[in-house]
């Protein structure tokens, strides 16, 4: 006789407006992380998701959960996913308390929080996203360098350390401009289909997206068929959901911000890294150069950091591992970046990964006490 697996629980209610932000996309991935990943989501209504974006606007619709209008009676099981503590909850017994924070540019003293691995995009995500990417990384390999992604008003940077960011559009344009020879520019579909349908291209394959937008069924797919993409800063921050795409299905990011993963993406173990733009063009030609040995070991190390570091099931189970009852989850938001960039140093939980020792210690003994 077979038996079902009951699915965990987590109870979540939120109170200020931050969780909302980003067109309710952190509203979505942190409830949709939880909800394919063997959870099944209370979430209290309070939020008027018709005031919300597209993003928010699928919360309602997502498979696993449940909109309440009451805490359920016997809590001792669940989780307890938070911004702001309700003082009706706070009274409660909880398997876990989860309070999400957004500020990664702070040290933390005492607390040890878990930073949550940026995700592919809400509508790239799903329960079925772990088989799609077994798949698509064993897609044969039709381009060297690939980039496509929104350059329209990506000029500003706001990240200095530990060493000032080229914006997207810098970037792009750059090689454009310096590596004309050895670059195809897209504009139009059918070429791109030409491109991918071809033997392979040894060149930079620049798609020129205020003509050509590639949909996002075919994103994934496209992706896989390159070695190297190129992921230069988002918009606000160097942080974007293309990275995390290009490593999940194999593809080597060129990348100049890799000290905001943890750990540190390495330079010609799994990334390539560039500074400025003199840089950013070797660091091209080598890849054009790069023997298929070397790219090989990169993009097993690249899907092997995605899988231990990225996958969401991963920070599922930091989360269900720790030992102690209250945890703090911070999240990479535009917000807190556009706020407190210059406050970002060595110290940064985002840059460090943890506290420091003396804070470890702190730690060990406030919760020593505690005990």
């Not at 017994?93 to 995700?119: A, E, H, L």
């Given at each position: ?49 018709g005031e919300l974006d597209k993003y928010g606007q699928l919360v309602p619709s997502m498979k696993n959960l449940d909109l309440v209008d009451t805490v359920p009676n016997n ?297």
């Amino acid at each position: 006789m077979r038996t079902e697996t009951v699915p965990h629980i987590v109870f979540a209610k939120f109170t200020d407006d931050d969780i909302l932000d980003e067109m309710g996309r952190l509203l979505y991935s942190i409830l949709n992380i939880f909800a394919t990943n063997g959870y099944r989501v209370k979430l209290f209504g309070n939020i008027n998701f018709g005031e919300l974006d597209k993003y928010g606007q699928l919360v309602p619709s997502m498979k696993n959960l449940d909109l309440v209008d009451t805490v359920p009676n016997n809590t001792s099981d669940m989780l307890y996913l938070f911004d702001r503590e309700d003082r009706s909850c706070s009274r409660r017994r909880w398997r876990k308390k989860v309070q999400i924070k957004f500020d990664v540019f702070s040290s933390y003293r005492i607390t040890d929080p878990i930073i949550m691995p940026y995700s592919v995009h809400p509508l790239l995500s799903g329960a079925d996203l772990p088989a799609r990417l077994e798949t698509l990384r064993k897609n044969k390999k039709r381009l060297r360098i690939f980039f496509s992604g929104d350059t329209k008003g990506y000029t500003k940077n706001r990240i200095h350390y530990p060493n000032t960011k080229i914006p997207r559009l810098e970037v792009i344009e750059t090689i454009l401009q310096r590596m004309a020879g050895k670059t195809i520019y897209v504009k139009h579909e059918a070429d791109l289909k030409r491109l991918f349908a071809d033997g392979f291209i040894n060149s930079c394959v620049i798609v020129d997206t205020s003509r050509l937008w590639i949909d996002p069924t075919d994103w994934l797919p496209d992706l896989s068929k390159t070695d190297f993409f190129i992921c230069p800063p988002g918009y606000c921050m160097p942080m974007c959901h293309n990275v995390i795409e290009a490593m999940a299905v194999g593809a080597i990011p060129i990348i100049n911000y890799p000290e905001w993963f943890n750990p540190t993406l390495e330079h010609m173990e799994n990334c390539i890294v560039f500074d400025d733009k003199e840089d950013l063009i070797r660091k091209i030609e080598d890849v054009l150069e790069m023997g298929q040995q070397t790219i090989s070991e990169m993009r097993d190390k690249v899907i092997d950091y995605y899988e231990n570091r990225l996958r969401p099931r991963t920070f599922i189970n930091n989360i269900e591992s720790r030992e102690e009852n209250k945890i703090t989850v911070l999240m990479i938001t535009d917000k807190n970046t556009i706020r407190n960039a210059s406050r970002l140093n060595e110290k940064s939980i985002l840059i460090s990964g943890k506290p420091t020792i003396e804070n470890g210690m702190w730690y060990k003994l406030f919760g020593a006490f505690r005990k």
